[in-house]
């Protein structure tokens, strides 16, 4: 059926080449990819530094291109798992790599009245695959877009396209937000060869370089396809031939009784990336019928205090800064939460990619995140909650 839907769609796939030629006095006509209903978006504006020459240099693979100013060849053999984010710079000499895939895994809070794949649809980076967040995720609880099955994830995933010997990059719309859950995800389920792009999609246009617009391109139909695999799996249907194997680690993933437990063991530091009004419970939490508060003996840590303006990470000193500020050890174990699992991946992100002229890294052992984060721990009437 969705072969049949996006077969018909009438928009082609072509290449941006200048930023300032994707303005219309015209709404786009495009077709949306769950609701199958039409839909109409108005082509935005782009400020005119986004109009600049592509770049030919840059950085080399880093947390943050601002942060160092070494100049390389570049290479994925140059990068190393340790080091989870690249540069716009560095993917637009690597963009072309065989067995190099770009995710767009673009995620909004449901008060943006943003819809991720509509903005697929009018502008990615070119080539790049869309990663549906909440679709592909546990179709067995009500918690929003948790971590699914091995065998449904490696459904999905196969149905992309994606294989266990492909280099991953990760980016989203914001900069750099949900694109730190789906990197989690795939370590989860035992892929390493997986980056974010650090300033996302945002740094990549103000970069000036291309992208596309695809409407009825293959990666549309893969989309489609992830999405009805995951439901076959949950449905105890078959589902075509995989080649994505997945090797879970379960020691990145905590659940609610591990919380429970680590209250009481104080092994693992919680390290909460929620705003401080949402952790000090001043505020209503988002979402109806959860309590406002914080796991007793937690920290916070806002994501929002580790990026720019830009939605960029912040230079190293500068988030070890943040994290010392608030009494973090940088050789402890940590475990991180927030919201709904979202961003807590930011900061287990920046927990291993740390570094400090090579002499101390933040995250010698992998940061767990615990999944079901505060949407499920204040929707419990039984688990402990404290307020400041």
Not at 138 to 145: A, G, I, V, Y
Request: charged share 20%.
């Amino acid at each position: 059926m969705a072969s049949t839907l996006f077969t018909k769609m009438l928009l082609g796939h072509r290449l941006i080449h200048h930023p300032s030629s994707f303005l219309t006095h015209q709404p786009q006509i495009l077709s949306s990819l769950f609701s199958k209903q039409l839909f109409c978006i108005q082509a935005f504006p782009f400020s005119a530094h986004t109009s600049q020459n592509i770049k030919t240099t840059g950085w080399v693979p880093s947390m943050a291109s601002s942060s160092f100013g070494r100049r390389a060849t570049y290479s994925t053999q140059s990068v190393s798992t340790n080091e989870p984010v690249v540069s716009v710079d560095w993917l637009y000499d690597n963009l072309k790599v065989p067995d190099i895939k770009v995710l767009d895994a673009s995620w909004y809070m449901p008060d943006e009245q943003r819809n991720p794949i509509q903005e697929y649809q009018v502008a990615h980076i070119p080539g790049a695959l869309f990663f549906d967040v909440d679709g592909i995720a546990d179709r067995t609880t009500k918690l929003p877009h948790m971590l699914p099955s091995e065998e449904a994830f490696a459904a999905a995933v196969s149905a992309l396209g994606i294989e266990n010997k492909d280099d991953l990059v990760v980016y989203d719309g914001k900069g750099l937000f949900s694109a730190a859950r789906v990197w989690w995800m795939f370590r989860v389920f035992g892929h390493d060869r997986v980056w974010v792009l650090d300033g996302g999609l945002p740094r990549w246009r103000a970069s000036g370089y291309d992208v596309e617009s695809s409407a009825s391109s293959d990666a549309i139909l893969k989309a489609s396809a992830a999405s009805e695999a995951i439901e076959k799996v949950y449905k105890g249907q078959t589902v075509g031939p995989l080649t994505f194997q997945t090797k879970f680690q379960p020691h990145l993933v905590w659940n609610l009784d591990q919380v429970k437990k680590n209250i009481e063991d104080k092994t693992y530091q919680h390290i909460d990336a929620r705003s401080k009004p949402r952790f000090d419970g001043a505020v209503p939490e988002p979402r109806k019928g959860i309590r406002s508060g914080h796991v007793p003996g937690s920290k916070c840590i806002p994501f929002a205090q580790l990026l720019d303006s830009s939605h960029t990470l912040l230079p190293v000193n500068e988030l070890k800064k943040r994290f010392e500020q608030e009494g973090i050890s940088l050789d402890s174990p940590a475990v991180t939460s927030c919201g709904t699992g979202v961003t807590a991946c930011i900061l287990a992100l920046v927990h291993l990619s740390l570094y400090l002229d090579g002499l101390h890294r933040l995250g010698k052992s992998d940061v767990a995140v615990y999944d079901g984060s505060w949407t499920e721990w204040g929707s419990h009437s039984d688990t402990p909650v404290d307020t400041s």
